[in-house]
């Protein structure tokens, strides 16, 4: 990530070692665009952090998705349930503690999950921008 990058986005903070965190790192890895972490802790039983992310295309949101779920397996937080892998166009990964969707721009500002979730923290996400 460049300087300019993470002037752009505020850098979401995770403690290190947690699910949470390689998560965090494998998206950032992969290039995923616009992520946002949401803490849920306290306000649903869900999980403990839901992570919403764009991929450029079909393809880039499947193969984040396929690698994230073998990382988090690898690294020993057990297993991993996809959604959606087929079409691509929104993959929710259900990792336990952290859930993540990841989609392509499109569909991501059509469903708006940070408003929803955000609890009226997040702003609305403009087609073009995830």
């Known amino acids: 990530m460049s300087d300019q990058d993470s002037a ?6 995770a403690e290190p070692g947690s699910l949470h965190a390689l998560v965090l790192d494998q998206l950032d ?3 995923a665009q616009d992520v946002v972490s949401i803490p849920l802790a306290g306000k649903s039983s869900i999980a403990d ?6 991929g450029r295309s079909t393809r880039q949101v499947a193969a984040i998705a396929q690698k ?5 397996k690898q690294e020993g937080h057990g297993p991993v349930r996809l ?17 993540v969707h990841l989609f392509r721009p499109e569909v991501r500002s059509f469903y708006n999950l940070e408003r929803m979730w955000a609890f009226g923290d997040a702003p609305p ?6």
Not at 8 to 13: D, L, M, Q, S, V
Not at 68 to 72: I, P
Not at 85 to 97: K, S
């Open 49 to 54: 952090h839901m992570v919403i992310a764009s």
């Open 8 to 13: 752009a986005a505020p850098a979401i903070e």
């Open 68 to 72: 994230l779920a073998e990382r988090v």
């Open 125 to 130: 996400v403009a087609a073009g921008t995830a």
């Open 83 to 99: 959604e959606g892998l087929p079409q691509a166009d929104w993959v929710l990964i259900d990792a336990g503690d952290v859930v």
């Open 29 to 31: 890895e992969d290039q």
